[in-house]
């Protein structure tokens, strides 16, 4: 779960493409995909500041860092889509289901009730279609 | 660091009171303090909501709940008391400063660059007052 | 259109049902069976400290409770659903059609012209839904 | 406690004027003498809109209008002085200091504990300067 | 370009009409209507104040008006539907799309990642139906 | 007042140090310097993401910018010693006082009267500050 290369040096682009394939998966590239027609080189700014600089630091696990990801996306009420993203991403990284819904409770007392209840409904549905997706591979 | 009472059944409140006692020490109590004249069912409330009934769960580890909360509050930008009194808690119950600084530094992705110096000074402050205290105690 | 028991002894989760029923009727037991399956706890907690806790205090009548709630929601505007269900209890606590529009247009002062058009909007909805729900009493 | 001139047609301004000065009182004045070096023009459009149009429309009280305005400040977190400026108004169109702190309770149910605790340690400011000022009135 | 009219005196009524006219079209238009069944006279200060008054002032040209809305709408990120009626209306007065786009990348500094995106993906809707209809225009 | 170096190739970093330099000054160098001991790392990121790549874009004049970034501080209303910096800014950049006061006063039908007074204050504060060192400079 380390994100740092250690044998070759690596481009800010190329550390952050794979820093946002292993935390983000299909999601992420997902938003970078939509972005194509709009505004290519924003893309390359994700991946390079929040994935090649940031989430690349060693001084934070990468669980930590979604911990810390999904509170401020639900305190602040405003990324619904981007909330759903991490809720996905900390999945990847290692936190529980429970673990992730203990956080989103938690926001009831930073920013409300309907902050909690709005991140509670968004990794419901996450849950779901994560859920759905494993019956469907154990199944097919 | 486990908050869970075992042997005697325990009030929210005084459950709340010693959470609140263990997290933030000094600073919390300074908030209860400042309540009293002006709402003292208040510091009951944050005694037994935030404290005997959500920190007190089991399903996250208060070192993780006090990474959200520092996300959260630095994230919105409307709570630069409280932020500070929570860098204080994380320093209570295991981040190092490092971490902290991490946590601060990587907001600047979700909530833009004002939110994370601002916080990034906030945490500069506790530091510093918290290594003066230990100075002191030292020295003293 | 008081919520205070007198007679027996009432725990805060029994009180924070009988208010949550008497405020937000069908749409708060819809908030609240949407949480079952995510996060039961919850529940709870949204019966217990809004409800049985704040909503039942005698200092502030549950209508002027309602205006404050409204105002607040819209002019956050991270919170639409919320709003919505918070327009409806405005009308079950007393509050006309006329005053929550004056409340939202209001907004406009505070939080800006789109804060008060999205929450006006929302009122519609509300008030849209129920004339269609009265009328279908009446001709059923 | 009506605002509607009856008997001669008022500009929206000297209406405006007129709302202000009932409302907020020397508070209110404080802001106007502010902006007279800055920006005067927008002294002129604070009199005519939120006080000439807003306030002064006659379908929600003044105690009900400023019940709204002190839940939207203190939940935005964003508006410390104008908050102040406006328990004081509330305090002069008929809210008890009781229901203010009823207010600002209820804000951690939709905006978080700190929002309530800011705001209502911005009351106990505006609380205990009025009782100076009373306080000197009778002594002196 | 300019929106002061020059020989006869004016309402802020109908400055404001012909102002809201200029800058959003029929976008705007379609909010007035929506208004009409809601809050009549809400649809009247929405084209006096922000209309009439502010964008009708001679100190700051439209097309920078628009910047500042834009950025503004898109920083707050509670009001979609508010910032593509002003992608649209920045068009009109003579922003280029590349222009729109470079303010909407910018927002990441100041308000974050999630910000940008949601900005630029209203961009692009509106951009894609603008695209539409002009091809519309030409080819039918 | 073009940022782009023609001749030799420039790292990010020392593009956005010379961004900086250009658009905010002294102003600048204080952020700098103040988080010199909290986080020397995101003071590098604060030169090449916002300054190295952002400002140094070709597709918007950096007054434009600067019109986008006061009015996103000023309605976002969290950080006000930004809000500060970057109307010291717009005047560096060649927006008039005239200009930086009626993009604050647009913020009124945006993000509320409380965000423009504020907005306006801080410039009011930076107006002066700035005419008392120009009066320094032609008397000394």
Redesign the interface.
């Known amino acids: 779960m380390t994100i740092h290369s250690s044998t070759t040096p690596e481009s800010r682009l190329e550390r952050g493409k794979r820093a946002l394939d292993e935390i983000d998966g299909k999601a992420g590239q997902n938003?970078i995909d939509?972005?194509a027609?709009?505004?290519p080189?924003?893309a390359t700014?994700?991946f390079?500041?929040?994935f090649g600089?940031?989430?690349s630091?060693p001084?934070?696990a990468l669980r930590?860092?979604e911990?810390?990801?999904?509170?401020?996306?639900?305190?602040?009420?405003?990324?619904q889509?981007?909330l759903k993203v991490h809720i996905e991403a900390g999945l990847n990284v290692g936190l529980s289901r429970?673990?992730i819904?203990?956080?989103?409770?938690?926001?009831?007392?930073?920013?409300?009730?309907?902050?909690?209840?709005?991140g509670?409904?968004a990794?419901?549905e996450v849950?779901a279609a994560r859920a759905a997706a494993e019956e469907g591979m154990t199944c097919g």
């Open positions: 938003v939509a972005l027609g709009i505004a080189d924003f700014y994700l390079e500041f929040p600089d940031i989430y630091r001084g934070l930590d860092r911990i810390a990801t999904i509170a401020a996306l639900a305190a602040m009420g405003t990324a889509p981007q429970e673990e819904t203990e956080i989103l409770m938690q926001m009831a007392v930073y920013a409300g009730f309907p902050a909690a209840l709005n509670l409904f990794a419901g849950f």
